[in-house]
């Protein structure tokens, strides 16, 4: 697991060097726009869900803006969020203080460790852009999802799709903008990709920090996990723009898979 405390930490440090003021408004943002922090298409599905005095949580959940906004506007009745990094955490709390949100909990810990107090806790769970690339084993972390959802509960996901992985990015050797149709990575990637560039995913955070360490996946190696975890996939829908910003305009509406939105239910 020493890949974990070394990701634990370089998001740690690279929370200290974000933009002077990032988040520090979110709770205004909470209160002026419904759903905000959620692009259209997910914005859709959540509006959609009956999610109404149920128990949601948030699996890496960073500063907590996405999660106060659900909870907020749909009528849960409590949001947990769980994230291995406390300073990001800590902004989530005062997020939610400035806000006056009381029914949201955010827990400091390694997701493959929650507590079995949460066990069979939640109606809802989900995971949004670059959550589930942090783990090496999709195994262990949708059992750990499994577990904590209740019978007949829900589980989202909305990622950027796994082709994704494939495209250079600019500033890469690889990357031609000319040719925007090259993949430059094997879909079948098992190895870690190591790197130090972590604006696009942070939003606002410098790229100023010790080295991460993640992952990518096929479709179907994200399908047979849940399945292993006792989830039945129920929906997938794929679409062909960036919600992560890595391609962004370089790579939307070429008809390039480029991010996607997963339903699974538990049995």
């Known amino acids: 697991m020493d890949y974990i405390k070394t990701n634990k930490a370089a998001w740690e440090e690279a929370f200290e060097n974000r933009t002077q003021g990032w988040g520090d408004d979110n709770h205004i943002t909470l209160k002026s726009e419904k759903l905000a922090f959620f692009d259209s298409d997910l914005k859709e599905f959540m509006a959609s869900m009956d999610l109404k005095g149920k128990a949601i949580a948030q699996f890496c959940c960073n500063n907590g803006r996405e999660l106060l906004s659900l909870v907020l506007d749909s009528?849960?009745?409590?949001?947990?969020?769980?994230?291995?990094?406390?300073?990001?955490?800590?902004?989530?709390?005062?997020?939610?203080?400035?806000?006056?949100?009381?029914?949201?909990?955010?827990?400091?810990?390694?997701?493959?460790?929650?507590?079995?107090?949460y066990y069979g806790r939640f109606d809802f769970i989900y995971f949004t852009i670059g959550a589930i690339v942090w783990f090496q084993d999709l195994n262990l972390l949708f059992e750990k999802a499994g577990k904590c959802l209740k019978a007949g509960g829900t589980l989202l996901i909305n990622d950027g799709h796994p082709v994704m992985h494939m495209?250079?990015?600019?500033?890469?050797?690889?990357?031609?903008?000319?040719?925007?149709?090259?993949?430059?990575?094997?879909?079948f990637r098992k190895e870690a990709w190591i790197g130090k560039q972590m604006g696009y995913i942070a939003g606002g955070y410098e790229n100023k920090s010790s080295t991460f360490t993640d992952y990518s996946y096929t479709l179907s190696d994200?399908?047979?996990?849940?399945?292993?975890?006792?989830?039945?996939?129920?929906?997938?829908?794929?679409?062909?723009?960036?919600?992560?910003?890595?391609?962004?305009?370089?790579?939307?509406?070429?008809?390039?898979?480029?991010?996607?939105?997963?339903?699974?239910?538990?049995?």
């Open 222 to 267: 994200i399908i047979n996990a849940l399945s292993a975890g006792g989830m039945k996939t129920v929906k997938l829908n794929e679409y062909d723009y960036d919600i992560g910003s890595i391609g962004s305009d370089l790579y939307d509406k070429k008809g390039i898979p480029l991010s996607y939105i997963l339903i699974a239910e538990k049995s």
């Open 75 to 117: 009528g849960a009745a409590s949001g947990t969020g769980f994230d291995i990094a406390e300073n990001i955490l800590n902004q989530a709390k005062e997020t939610a203080q400035k806000a006056g949100i009381t029914n949201c909990e955010f827990v400091n810990c390694n997701i493959l460790e929650i507590p079995e107090s």
């Open 167 to 187: 495209l250079p990015q600019s500033g890469e050797d690889e990357f031609d903008e000319k040719n925007l149709n090259k993949f430059a990575y094997s879909y």
